[in-house]
T-cell receptor
Framework: EPEVTQTPSHQVTQMGQEVILRCVPI?????FYWYRQILGQKVEFLVS????????KSEIFDDQFSVERPDGSNFTLKIRSTKLEDSAMYFC?????????FGEGSRLTVL | EDQVTQSPEALRLQEGESSSLNCSYT??????LFWYRQDPGKGPEFLFT???AGEEKEKERLKATLTKKESFLHITAPKPEDSATYLC???????????FGTGTKLQVIP
């Protein structure tokens, strides 16, 4: 059964450093997403990506964040100059019709 | 702005004790309402999509229903392996994003 895969599963970084989280969406899906979940809180929308461009983004997704689909399979989230409050679980998701299929997540810890 | 409210926040059931979880929503043009299951430290796992009032979907011990203002996830004779957080989410017209509620944490005791 096809699935969304994410790497790394856990990343620890120092405040101010840049991190890149990677995702391989399900191959026939057209829409790609990043969500985050701070421990104990709700799953929050960050950004959606369609046809090689951002289709929608939330207020959280400011200039610190960027997304890229560098080739036909990978979808990345870059966080520049990380802050303590960026510590969270980051989920990649993909879909075609509104139903989203999520990866297992990348846990980011900023020290 | 889409709003999704789930209740209760937490629910503890004895094995075999049926119950329902509630999801109330306010959206501008519902395109789909989704139920997900999330286990600790894992990504949400898709369960159901409901598109219009009156629609029902079933999977094993779970049944999801939809009205114009809310959705229910009915759990019949739950087992300990049904313990998880159940998330409700909505997809509304004109937007790509799916908005999640805060979830109901279900614990089923043997």
């Amino acid at each position: 059964e096809p699935e969304v895969t994410q790497t790394p599963s856990h990343q620890v970084t120092q405040m101010g450093q840049e991190v890149i989280l990677r995702c391989v969406p399900i191959s026939n899906h057209l829409y790609f997403y990043w969500y985050r979940q701070i421990l104990g809180q709700k799953v929050e929308f960050l950004v959606s990506f369609y046809n090689n461009e951002i289709s929608e983004k939330s207020e959280i997704f400011d200039d610190q964040f960027s997304v890229e689909r560098p080739d036909g399979s990978n979808f990345t989230l870059k966080i520049r100059s990380t802050k303590l409050e960026d510590s969270a679980m980051y989920f990649c998701a993909s879909g075609n019709t509104g139903e989203l299929f999520f990866g297992e997540g990348s846990r980011l810890t900023v020290l | 702005e889409d709003q999704v409210t789930q209740s209760p926040e937490a629910l503890r059931l004895q094995e075999g004790e049926s119950s329902s979880l509630n999801c109330s929503y306010t959206v501008s043009g519902l395109r789909g309402l989704f139920w997900y299951r999330q286990d600790p430290g894992k990504g949400p796992e898709f369960l159901f999509t409901l598109y219009s009032a009156g629609e029902e979907k079933e999977k094993e011990r779970l049944k999801a229903t939809l009205t114009k203002k809310e959705s229910f996830l009915h759990i019949t004779a739950p087992k300990p392996e049904d313990s998880a957080t159940y998330l409700c989410a909505v997809h509304s017209g004109g937007y790509q994003k799916v908005t999640f509620g805060t979830g109901t944490k279900l614990q089923v005791i043997p």
